[in-house]
């Protein structure tokens, strides 16, 4: 089954969850000398969202972790001096760990919202773009959704807690919607006809339909969307947020994540995700 080992590692990661979740929360005043202190840096992300993190099933461990996003947490460690550990949850769990400071920093494609830097400091950008923000849907049925208007009413399925979330919400009329803990298991949906599209990030569903000869990008894609994509660190802590911004810098002075985003491109297509 093309799905086969997205399908598996989303299991994976949902167990994972529910072990790590259980961590407590930071006890130093400074997280940052908390970090350089014990030599690690814990890096959450959810890792099946390529290009920005996703897997390679046939590697263990640490070793597994790859896409620009991990590559951005490997520069930030080195930078800092420390070991990194990723730490894979469910996507409506990162946030969530940061929030309650159980780990000091997500990683994992977070675009930037207003309600979002309510509740955990934001890095500045490391990726800017004016991002398409469109649908997956049965290659069947691609002629029927020209535009937002033709999904009204329809029922979309999307990532529980993304952009995609507030998108479908704010700018489709009356949709009747069904949120997921990932992406792809909103795809297996889309693929046993439980809902008629799939609201995603539109470079992550390409690589789904380019894995899949069943499905097709519709025309149909949100307005005015842009993406200022950000690291998450807990609230207050501005040290280590002003650390983390230095780097951005240097990473974008040398085009670093644009290099890191072509690779990972590449290699999520010659990973076996369309076996």
Known sequence: MKMKKLTALATAAALVSSIVCSTQAFAADNLLEQIKEDGVLQVVMEPYFAPYEFCDTSKEGQEQYCGADVELAKYIADD????????????????????????????????????????????????????????????????????????????????????????????????????????????????????????VYYDNGELFVDANDDLAMAEAVFEDTKDTTVIACPKGETELIGEVNRIIADVTEQGLYEQWWDDAVEQAKGLGLDK
């Open 80 to 199: 800092l001096g420390v070991e990194l550990e990723i730490v894979p949850l469910e996507f409506s769990a990162v946030l969530a760990s940061i929030v309650a400071e159980k780990y000091p920093m997500a990683i994992s494609g977070l675009g930037y919202t207003p309600e979002r830097a309510e509740s955990v400091e934001l890095s500045d950008s490391y990726r800017t773009t004016d991002a398409v923000h469109g649908f997956v849907v049965r290659k069947e049925d691609v002629d029927k959704y020209p535009d937002l208007d033709s999904l009204a009413g329809k029922t979309i399925a999307y990532q529980n807690g993304s952009l995609q979330d507030m998108y479908t919400n704010a700018q489709i009329k009356d949709p009747v919607t069904k949120p997921f803990d990932s992406v792809n298991n909103a795809i297996l949906a889309l693929q046993s006809g439980k809902c008629d599209a799939v609201a």
